[in-house]
Nanobody, 126 residues
């Protein structure tokens, strides 16, 4: 089992920045991929960004490319999501997730992840 705890959400104005963090504990040796997803009211959970635990490549949804940056600190078992130039449409509950199955391609759908955090609310006012 892997447990995930997110932090860093809040209420900000359009154009502001936030940094989310997600700390993993438990069987962290099984982590293969880490991702961020978000879900707005009435919408499906959507992919935001992902990073392979053992490699440098990062992946982003088109809607956040150039504004969000995913990074990790393996020593701290932590993944971060730096969000700049926030827009009202970024408002959602943000979830971090862990995939433990070795895959050729980093998954960008919820089905590709095995463990989820409880979510942190991000609200961007206009």
């Amino acid at each position: 089992q892997v447990q995930l705890v997110e932090a860093g959400g809040g209420l900000v104005q359009a154009g502001d920045s936030l940094r989310l963090s997600c700390v993993a504990s438990g069987r962290t040796f099984s982590i293969y991929d880490m991702g961020w997803f978000r879900q707005a009211p009435g919408k499906e959970r959507e992919f935001v960004a992902a990073i392979r635990w053992g490699g440098p490549r990062t992946y982003y949804a088109d809607s956040v490319k150039g504004r969000f940056t995913i990074s990790r600190d393996n020593a701290k078992n932590t993944v971060y999501l730096q969000m700049n130039s926030l827009k009202p449409e970024d408002t959602a509950v943000y979830y971090c997730a862990i995939g433990t199955a070795p895959r050729v391609v980093v998954p960008t759908t919820p089905r590709g992840y095995d463990y989820w955090g409880q979510g942190t609310q991000v609200t961007v006012s206009s």
